[in-house]
């Protein structure tokens, strides 16, 4: 379980894309791919690409499913408690993948508390 450098921002940021950088490395899409369907969604749902319903409703659009976690963990927790799978952490202010028990950001954010995930696989 451990930390993977990921960005995929096309310019390097690493302020305000992470739920497009987290929605990339999860569903195996580039950065760009993933922005203009999350804009499209924004604008069919007249909000903007970072409103967390907008891209809720895009994950759902591809099949997944959110859970909420009922204790209190870190990113570090969850990846050792759910060694296998692919999952996207929501903390309320932050977005981040894990795959396989490793956490995929743009910066080492193992110890911010996810509140819930999105998964395909079945809870």
Same mark, same amino acid.
């Given at each position: 379980?451990?930390?993977?450098?990921?960005?995929?921002? %096309? *310019?390097?940021?690493? /302020?305000?894309?992470?739920?497009? @950088?987290?929605?990339?490395?999860?569903?195996?899409?580039?950065?760009? &791919?993933?922005?203009?369907?999350?804009?499209?969604?924004?604008?069919?749902?007249?909000?903007? %690409? *970072?409103?967390?319903? /907008?891209?809720?409703?895009?994950? @759902?659009?591809?099949?997944?499913?959110?859970?909420?976690?009922?204790? &209190?963990?870190?990113?570090?927790?969850?990846?050792?408690?759910?060694?296998?799978?692919?999952?996207?952490?929501?903390?309320?202010?932050?977005?981040?993948?894990?795959?396989?028990?490793?956490?995929?950001?743009?910066?080492?954010?193992?110890?911010?508390?996810?509140?819930?995930?999105?998964?395909?696989?079945?809870?």
């Amino acid at each position: 379980m451990s930390y993977k450098f990921f960005n995929p921002n %096309p *310019s390097g940021k690493r /302020v305000g894309d992470c739920v497009i @950088r987290a929605i990339a490395k999860l569903t195996r899409q580039d950065w760009l &791919t993933v922005y203009w369907n999350i804009a499209e969604q924004g604008a069919m749902l007249f909000d903007m %690409p *970072s409103s967390n319903n /907008v891209w809720a409703a895009y994950l @759902r659009k591809l099949g997944y499913s959110c859970f909420n976690i009922p204790f &209190t963990c870190t990113v570090k927790d969850f990846c050792f408690d759910y060694p296998r799978g692919r999952f996207l952490l929501a903390t309320g202010s932050h977005v981040v993948t894990v795959i396989d028990g490793n956490y995929y950001d743009a910066w080492d954010s193992g110890n911010e508390n996810p509140i819930h995930f999105w998964t395909k696989e079945n809870f």
